[in-house]
């Protein structure tokens, strides 16, 4: 038996016949992670992601970053210094908040944008939109983000929450994208915040969560 790579608990394993994947799911803390024998490697990664049309051009794409700028960060009312973390190949939700909002925005994104400047800086507002289901290590990474919070600065994912049964989850087509590893529960985030020293703001139970720093 493998352990969590969330809060270290023992799994089980869920097989997928008709794509030959397994996967890891914690009992305790409710997250389901593709084993590692199934990541890509970089290069691969980065073929799929150079198929994504993630830019201005993109009238969807745009109008998501709308509503999540509307619904979820003007409400904060946070000023100072942003960070746009997994910005992508056109950072487009970057440009979007130094257009809308007081913000002096960074970004960052490991195949993109490496410069590794921004931490060098404390955030009142780090944004992760359709990021965090791609880490390979997420306690790593969250608590990379949560030291780069400023005290009182929030951190707003989005990303699909698996709501599901494991059965459910097996027809569920965002686990589909090959470079999709991570699958969060709502269990999932309550343990990372309390690890990690961050209070939980909002949840839409859906897609969205947003963690404020203690």
Known sequence: MDKCVICGNYTNRISD????????????????????????????????????????????????????????????GIKGKALEFGSG??????????????????????????NLEYRNHKFNLITSTE????FYDPMKEFKHLADLLAPGGNLVIMTKFRNMSQKEFLNWWYRRDFTHVSFYHKRTFEYIAKELGLNIVFNNMENIIIFEKI
């Open 131 to 134: 990021v965090v289901e791609h």
């Open 89 to 114: 190949p056109g950072p487009v939700l970057k440009e979007m908040l130094i257009q809308e909002t007081d913000l002096e925005v960074f970004d960052f994104d490991p195949f993109f944008n490496c």
């Open 17 to 76: 016949p008709q794509i030959s994947v397994t996967y890891q799911h914690c009992e305790q803390c409710g997250f389901i992670y593709k084993e590692k024998k199934y990541h890509l490697d970089k290069a691969q990664e980065i073929e799929q992601y150079q198929r994504h049309n993630n830019s201005f051009e993109s009238k969807g794409y745009v109008e998501m970053f709308e509503r999540f700028i509307n619904h979820h960060i003007k409400p904060l």
